[in-house]
C-alpha cells in the first residue's frame, strides 16, 4: 500500500502491479467537512428567501384587493359593506380571491375602506 505521485492511496500487488486506487480517510473527512460547511451557510438562506417570497406576495394580495375595492367604488358609487361583497363577485376575481400565504385572513376595514397589511 503506498499514496501515489497523484495523492491517491492504491493497493500494490506482489508483481508490482496496483490493482485499486482509493481515497484516504482524512481527504473523505475534509470533503464531508466542506459539504457540511456549504450546507450550514445555503440552508438558512433558502429558508429565509422563501419566507420573504411569501411576505412579498401577502403585500401584493393586499394592494390588489384595494385596487378592487376602488373600482367597486367608483362603478358602484358606494364602498362595499364586507369583503367577501368583492372577493365572491367573479367579475372582480374571476379565478377566485387572493389567498394569504401564510393561511391569514385578510381584514376589511369599513372606516378606511381598506384591506390592511398585516405582519408575519
Same mark, same amino acid.
Request: charged share 15%.
Given at each position: 500500500?503506498?499514496?501515489?505521485p497523484?495523492? %491517491?492511496? !492504491?493497493?500494490?500487488?506482489?508483481?508490482?502491479? @496496483? !490493482?485499486?486506487?482509493?481515497?484516504?480517510l482524512?481527504?473523505l /473527512?475534509?470533503?464531508?467537512? %466542506?459539504?457540511?460547511?456549504?450546507?450550514?451557510?445555503?440552508?438558512?438562506?433558502? %429558508?429565509s428567501?422563501?419566507?420573504n417570497a411569501?411576505?412579498?406576495?401577502?403585500?401584493?394580495?393586499?394592494?390588489l384587493?384595494? !385596487?378592487?375595492?376602488?373600482l367597486?367604488?367608483? !362603478?358602484k358609487?358606494?364602498?362595499?359593506?364586507? /369583503?367577501?361583497? %368583492?372577493?365572491?363577485?367573479?367579475?372582480?376575481? =374571476?379565478?377566485?380571491?387572493p389567498?394569504c =400565504?401564510?393561511?391569514?385572513?385578510?381584514?376589511?376595514?369599513?372606516a378606511? @375602506?381598506?384591506?390592511?397589511?398585516?405582519?408575519h
Open positions: 500500500m503506498g499514496v501515489g497523484d495523492g %491517491i492511496m !492504491s493497493i500494490q500487488k506482489e508483481n508490482g502491479m @496496483h !490493482s485499486k486506487k482509493a481515497f484516504t482524512v481527504e /473527512l475534509v470533503v464531508v467537512m %466542506i459539504l457540511g460547511a456549504l450546507a450550514a451557510i445555503a440552508v438558512p438562506r433558502m %429558508i428567501g422563501a419566507t411569501k411576505i412579498s406576495a401577502c403585500e401584493t394580495n393586499v394592494d384587493v384595494n !385596487s378592487q375595492i376602488e367597486y367604488y367608483a !362603478s358609487g358606494a364602498w362595499p359593506g364586507r /369583503l367577501p361583497v %368583492i372577493t365572491a363577485d367573479p367579475n372582480y376575481f =374571476p379565478d377566485g380571491a389567498q =400565504p401564510f393561511g391569514t385572513n385578510y381584514q376589511y376595514n369599513t378606511t @375602506h381598506r384591506v390592511s397589511g398585516h405582519n
